[in-house]
Structures are given as C-alpha cells and as structure tokens.
C-alpha cells in the first residue's frame, strides 16, 4: 500500500505570493490533518480534514486555508506568503477522524524570500 | 496551556550502545502516547506506542516505558545503529487531541 504523498517537494516563492500544496492520503484513509513544523516550533497543528469538511483547526491566522475532496486527497492553500511561512509543511493521514495513529507525508519545504 | 517537551535537544551515543530518549508532558488526561522517529528530508514515522493503561511496551529493538505519576515517558532503542540517526520526538494526546514536542536529534558515533 502507497503512502502518504505530497507534491510539490520543494517550493520557493516571493512575500505576498500565494501557494497551494496537495496531499493524497494512504489509501483508504479518510481524515487528513496538516502541520507545520519549524526549528523553534516543532509541529504545529494546522487543521484537520474528513468527508470534505474541516473538523479541526489550529491556532493559525486564516491566510492559511484548506480543503478535502471526495476521494480524501487535500489541498492547503496560504495567502499573501510572509518570511515566516517558511517551513516543511506535513501532511498526515489515518483512517477516520479522531484517529490518534496518524501517518505522514515527506512533507513539502516551502522557502518564502 | 498543555505541552509536551524532550529533555534534551541532542544526544550523541555509541554505537552499539543502548540510547534513551526522555519526554514530559504537561496534561495528566494524556491517555496515548507515541514516538515518532524523522531523518534527515523525511517525514515523520512512527514508531511505536503506548496507552496509558500500560506502563512499557516493546517493539523490535525499542521499548517505551511509561510513567504517569511524574508524567514522563522514555523511548530506549538497544543496540544504537547509524540508521537510528535521526531526530526523535514524543506525542501526546487527550479526547484525540495530539501535542508533540520538539524532538530530540540523535547522533552515533562510531
């Protein structure tokens, strides 16, 4: 069984910019949850997914937004990018909501100059 | 509020010794509890777990053990190889609400 993918890898934008990342759980799983993890931070809860609404949200300004489709891949979008958005971005599956066995993604590193 | 910490940011070990990682955490309602492991580029991966019924539990090479009177719980993996280098970090979580910590890098020597 696949795991949990996420695209892009790598990704440099600008301040102000916009960026989306995708995240297609293990097959089979239908809540996804993202993190954000920093060097001072650790992880960070960003929100949580399942049958496309979102369930769970994190102490995240609403620049930072999110969505699920039908078949459980993600989306999660941030706005107007700050210097401070820079992180590995993660993204976790597990079978259904509430389910404290989550399983991550390779994340995406997100670089904002 | 809750929160969850490592002892120690970094811990270097022989190898072939036996390697203790430490975590605290802050919520006495904490009823699961697991051990991620993260190279270098990677994401994430579990390791292994444990409930708050129990107080140790072994894996393949790894125990953690579980203390909830001091709320502290250690991860040993015996017999350090290089491929446990990584950074190491606990989770904890209450109602299916999940704090990590921030992880302790673990480097061998040879």
């Known amino acids: 069984k696949a795991g949990v993918t996420q695209t892009p890898r790598y990704l440099i934008k600008t301040r102000g910019q916009q960026v989306t990342l995708s995240c297609s759980p293990i097959?089979?799983?239908?809540?996804v949850s993202w993190y954000q993890q920093t060097p001072g931070q650790g992880l960070q809860f960003l929100f949580e997914y399942f049958s496309e609404t979102q369930r769970n949200k994190g102490n995240f300004p609403g620049r930072f937004s999110g969505r699920q489709f039908s078949n459980s891949r993600s989306e999660m979008n941030v706005s107007t990018l700050e210097l401070g958005d820079s992180a590995l971005y993660l993204c976790a599956s597990a079978q259904t909501i509430g389910e404290e066995t989550q399983y991550f993604g390779p994340g995406t590193r997100l670089l904002v100059l | 509020g809750e929160s969850v910490g490592l002892h120690l940011p970094t811990l270097s070990v022989q190898e072939g010794d036996n390697s203790i990682i430490n975590c605290a955490y802050s919520n006495s309602a904490s009823d699961y509890f697991i051990w991620y492991k993260q190279e270098s580029g990677k994401g994430p991966q579990f390791i292994i777990d444990i409930r708050s019924n129990m107080d140790k539990r072994q894996g393949q090479r790894v125990t953690v053990l579980l203390n909830k009177t001091v709320k502290h719980l250690s991860l040993q993996i015996a017999a350090t190889q290089p491929g446990d280098s990584a950074v190491y970090f606990c989770?904890?979580?209450?109602?299916?609400?999940?704090?990590f910590g921030s992880g302790t890098r673990l480097s061998i020597r040879p």
């Open positions: 989770a904890a979580s209450s109602a299916s609400k999940i704090i």
């Open positions: 097959s089979g799983h239908r809540s």
